[in-house]
């Protein structure tokens, strides 16, 4: 069960403060939705978490570890944000292989490991030798959060896994992702430009905008109607 705590977190590009959160605890198993504009600071806040750039101010802990200059998180978290996190002179079976060798597993509990996801990553994806580089957007999309799940994280955290995806498979992964949380606990933070899939999937829901927390809405007893106004006024 992974717990998140942020305090004083800030990141500038040049003289613009492209996130600044005061204080931001999430709680061990929920599954939070981060929404807002383009610019709202979404990948920003993410990439901090995951130790991709370096903050100006304020810490990231995990478990009470300090993410920043501290290699033991990365034990139990997946992780996928774009095709950056790809490789892409690989195929999907060694890109799977490869990722969860990282954590560990031998070849043999990584095809057992993504027996539940054959359905999602279909056969255009798997047993065609084909090397990421050659694959669709969409497909590509799969690869990635599929590696992040097969190694059960602890954490898990994505950035707009419904982009590029059909209809299909925006629905299956949205309850895969639910099943893994209610089944393993998983802590997870999900950003999307979808908010019907990010209200109907998660129990917490973050706005962000200008880099900073506007809305803080805890599911049922919150109601929607603030984030739906918000982004309604935003299209006026």
């Not at 950003?191 to 049922?220: A, W």
Request: with cysteine; charged share 25%.
């Amino acid at each position: 069960m992974i717990e998140i705590n942020i305090s004083g977190l800030q990141k500038k590009y040049g003289h613009q403060l492209a996130l600044d959160i005061d204080s931001l605890h999430v709680e061990p198993g929920q599954l939070c939705g981060i929404v807002g504009n383009n610019g709202a600071g979404k990948t920003t806040m993410f990439r901090l978490m995951l130790d991709l750039i370096e903050a100006d101010a304020g810490t990231i802990h995990v478990n009470q570890g300090a993410v920043a200059g501290n290699a033991r998180w990365k034990d139990f978290t997946g992780s996928y944000l774009d095709e950056g996190f790809l490789i892409d002179f690989m195929t999907p079976e060694e890109y799977f292989t490869f990722t969860g060798g990282l954590y560990g597993f031998s070849e043999a509990e990584i095809k057992e490991a993504l027996v539940p996801y054959k359905r999602f990553l279909t056969d255009e994806i798997v047993g065609q030798r084909k090397y990421i580089r050659q694959l669709s957007s969409g497909n590509k999309q799969k690869t990635g959060i599929v590696a992040a799940l097969i190694t059960r994280p602890g954490l898990l955290i994505l950035d707009e896994p419904f982009n590029y995806l059909d209809p299909s498979s925006q629905i299956l992964i949205r309850r895969m992702l639910q099943q893994d949380n209610e089944v393993r606990k998983t802590t997870m933070l999900i950003s999307s430009h979808n908010l019907n899939h990010i209200t109907g999937m998660c129990n917490r829901i973050i706005l962000l905008e200008k880099g900073r927390i506007i809305r803080d809405l805890q599911l049922p007893n919150d109601s929607l109607e603030e984030i739906e106004r918000y982004f309604a006024m935003q299209a006026e």
